[in-house]
């Protein structure tokens, strides 16, 4: 063939592959379904001294501190808030993480027990101007080479019109149980630059740079290679993840827990989202919260292969719904999860309505 004639089947060969490249990665499917375990109750909730019981008011948004011989033991971060009126609902004080210990294992996920949480569990707390407000939201991720968890969370400031900063500590798993071994570095942005940050998801990769996905309103991109120092990507021109008009996520886009690696290489990274249009008693509320997840390159993570178009869980049960009882009505959240023995399978914790911790199981069905 002449030189014009090889090029043109170089060329068409070349279409030919990358055809198929495309073929293949449009094929992939990501299915996935969830179950609520624990006989559909609270893991934790107010009560007296108990299993599964807490002296603070509301319980939720928790995060899984797995134990460093398994991901079945361990205990949840827990967001506490108690009331500043006894006679009203609706009032909510400081939030302090306390660290609710898991009873024996994960064995028998119709019956999770979780053991009595009190003030003297609590972990992180108020310490001055900075956190006044509160500290909230806690994501965890534990990482054996240096055997410490690491903990994003929420500081928030006083005042009339408060600023949340994602602030990092750092603790041994051996001093989880002891709050002044719990090292906190500050905010992990330059708050000149950055003026409102939270919810943190951390992907720590062995090789190369790991990841921060974070933001309550859209989700944005940050990459660390120590999990202390982040440097953020296109912030604020270009979000990650971003709300989209008549959608579940139209409201807006938040941050979940830590993504997991999937048995195709790929990761699974949870969202949390809300929208409008759902009236209750609660003033000036009218969002519902549900989940959402997309499917992250394994080579690149900073690549989103998919994205849900429908929620993955919603609020349902009378306490996650709890309009008129609890303290946020129409709310699912999640922020803490763990592998489970079978490949693609896990158990996630999730605040509801502001108020209570359940957990339920994630299924990853992969079809190609």
Known sequence: PTKNESDAMKLALLILVLSSLILVASSVEWKITTKRVNNQKPVI?????????????????????RSPNSPLEGGLLVRCQNKTSKNE?????PSYLAYAKLKGSLSNLNNIQFEYMQDSDIR???????????TEDPRTVYNPKDDSYYVLFSEVTSGKHPVSNLALAVVKSADVEKESQWKRMGAIFDTKNVTWSKSGSLLLREKGDSFLYWGDDSIYLA???????YKNVAYPSKPFIHTRKDKFDSALCEGGPNPFKLSDGNYLMLYNSARAGYKSKKPGWDLQYNVGYVILDGQDPSKILYRSDVPIFSPLLDWETADG?????????????TTLPAPDTFLFFYGAADSYIGAATLKVTIRK
Do not use: C
């Open 45 to 65: 909730q107010k009560g007296t001294r108990g299993i599964g019981k807490s002296s603070f008011d509301w319980n939720y948004n928790a995060a899984w501190m």
């Open 89 to 93: 609902l609706y009032s909510a004080g």
């Open 124 to 134: 992180i707390r108020p310490n001055g101007p900075s956190s006044a407000f509160g």
């Open 223 to 229: 990459t660390t290679t120590d999990a202390v120092h």
């Open 325 to 337: 009882t609890g303290l946020t009505p129409n709310v699912v959240f999640i922020e803490g999860w």
